[in-house]
């Protein structure tokens, strides 16, 4: 089955997190195996999850009483990062598709109109 990259790119949450459905999982590894451009965003998207989990681990060894609070406020910013990316990306590929869309029904006016 092959995907899109924007399929794969809003399954990178669910794939590293190891939630995804085994055909899920074989999709985006392959896609991930062909594409530089999703791999580069996969590698960037483990490094950040790596950094917070650094981060929380240094933070919770100096205070463990803040634990609970600490995992809940970092996944609370790390959704709001991933909510505010793919929001930009639907927008993006939202105008892409309109501006298409007002190109080729111009062309076909212009078409006809020969």
Same mark, same amino acid.
């Given at each position: 089955?092959?995907?899109?990259? /924007?399929? @794969?790119? /809003?399954?990178?949450?669910?794939y590293?997190? /190891?939630i995804? =459905?085994?055909?899920?999982?074989?999709?985006?590894? +392959?896609?991930?195996?062909?594409?530089?451009d999703c791999?580069? *965003? *996969?590698?960037? *998207?483990?490094? =950040?999850? !790596?950094? !917070?989990?650094?981060?929380?681990?240094?933070?919770?060894?100096?205070?463990p009483?803040?634990?609970?609070d600490?995992?809940s !406020?970092?996944?609370? !910013?790390l959704?709001?990062?991933? $909510?505010?990316? $793919?929001?930009?990306?639907?927008i993006?590929?939202? @105008?892409?598709? %309109? @501006?298409s869309? %007002? @190109?080729?029904?111009? +062309?076909?006016f212009?078409?006809d109109? /020969?």
């Open positions: 089955m092959e995907i899109t990259c /924007d399929i @794969v790119m /809003d399954l990178v949450d669910v590293t997190n /190891d995804a =459905s085994e055909d899920t999982k074989n999709a985006v590894k +392959e896609h991930l195996k062909t594409c530089t791999r580069r *965003y *996969y590698d960037g *998207y483990k490094k =950040s999850l !790596e950094s !917070e989990q650094k981060k929380k681990i240094i933070v919770t060894e100096k205070s009483g803040l634990n609970e600490i995992i !406020e970092s996944m609370s !910013e959704s709001k990062r991933l $909510r505010t990316r $793919r929001t930009i990306r639907n993006t590929s939202g @105008v892409a598709i %309109a @501006v869309l %007002a @190109v080729l029904i111009k +062309e076909f212009e078409a109109h /020969d």
